[in-house]
């Protein structure tokens, strides 16, 4: 087959990735700062800040509301250099779901927000967790250095000693966090000093001294930033893009995302660094190469909430040739032809119809009700289908009852589709029977998607009474089920996939029920297929 360079050349160019942070870390403001610098939006602070936020909808729908964009989006476009960077939202706050997760699988990198004071927080260590297990290389960028946090050093060992992630400082900042000078470019070995500018409205002024101006500048504050940063240099930080790219050691930059300290180091390393799209495995394991013809998969399926308009848009990573609108496209699952006549991308400020798009990048695809999360989209020969998605052990769970009972077959039917899309995760026993299954979700959101379903597309509305578990295992021996159904603290349930779920009540009562029968296989991965 003759080598598509054109493919080639301009996947090159992408960089898809995510930012993977704890809610408050920063991460609107950091998307802000990357399109601000990237000149997609001229000034940041227009839509950032405590006015007009509401607890329900995510940073990124709120931007988009904004500036009046449609909220089915889940990419930002922009140009940056001679690359096109793709940012794909992972919804937090009470967005935060199994979606959350699956953007993962569609990035080929990420940028792990750390907020200086805080360090890892759980939310970022379910994110790092995920992205450990598909091996995604992380950059990471410690935010908020303007503010009084820890020690550089002591954010540093956190990563070594709870994740196990080597850091490879590539700035290092002047001044303890809290009196944020700049940083210590580490590459060039030059002091980048940062000017604020009005609430950090526009890209942030950066003035570069040698070390010898910077000593002479900064005097101690300078001295103890080179030394700091050798001191880490030596205990295995130096920089090696290898272990970056296998995930093994993360470049880690320092900054303030509200004053646009720090981005542009971002933006370059992310062109510079990030990889772009590569041949993607397919099911069997054979790479599908990025200029083969297209394909892609969903992602993510947003369904509007709308009674009246029952619009549905799939979004979907393109991962080899190239998309071009109208395209009759083949879904694997099904074997059926899709018509890709209404599709869009965001770029911008705009959501504006997608005429062509290229590995690494993402395309919503509108009326799309015949799509799933998971499907494959293929064009031409041969015929591809990717892995399926992992699925994610829930933390959150609720008995769904029909408050109609005269709705029986309806119910049963939306309860089938809802954990057939992964919705929501359906698990029954037999202690419970199939007339109240249990929804299991990692986030809220999940549970309110699948309540709006049931009633207004299923005509099933149903009651949901949340179940009290907080800590969740894998069991992997079915035999060992009846131990743990015995008492009130514990029960085991059963997902369609034949998977175990053991459900205590809280930690205490894993530690205890693990003290009475050492024997209990469980597993405790987040990834759990
Ligand atoms: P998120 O999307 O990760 O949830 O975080 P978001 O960007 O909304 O930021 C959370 C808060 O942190 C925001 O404050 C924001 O201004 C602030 N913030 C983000 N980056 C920086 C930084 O580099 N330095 C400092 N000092 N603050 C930063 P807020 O919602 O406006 O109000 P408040 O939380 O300050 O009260």
Redesign the pocket.
Known sequence: MAVDTDVLATAGRRRTFAVI?H????????TEALALHAKVISEAGAV???AG?RGVVS?WMEMEQARGISITSAALQFGYRDCVVNLLDTP??ADFSEDTYRVLTAVDSAVM?LDAAKGLEPQTLKLFEVCRHRDIPVITFI?????PGRDALALCDELVERIGLQPMPLTWPVGEAGHFRGVVDLVTGEFVRYERTAGGATAAAEEHLDAERALAEVGPEWTRAVEEAELLAMSGGEFDRERYLKASATPVLF?????NFGVRHLLDLLVSLAPPPSARPDAAGDERPVDAPFSGFVFKVQTGMDRAHRDQVAFARVCSGVFERGMVVTNATTGRPFATKYTQQMFGRERSTVDTAYPGDVIGLVNATALRVGDTLYAGKPAVRYPRLPTFTPTAFAVARPTDLGKAKQFRRGVEQLGAEGVVQVLTSDRRGDAAPVFAAVGPMQFEVAAHRMDAEFNSPIRLDHLPYRTVRRLLDPAQAPILNTGTRSEVLVRADGTLLALFLDEISLGMARRLNPDLALDDSLVDN
């Not at 935010?143 to 503010?147: E, V």
């Not at 900054?255 to 004053?259: F, I, P, Q, S, T």
């Open positions: 942070s809610p408050d870390a920063g991460k609107s403001t950091l950032h800040g405590k936020r940073d937090g706050h927000l935010n908020k250095w303007d503010r900054g303030a995302a509200v004053l």
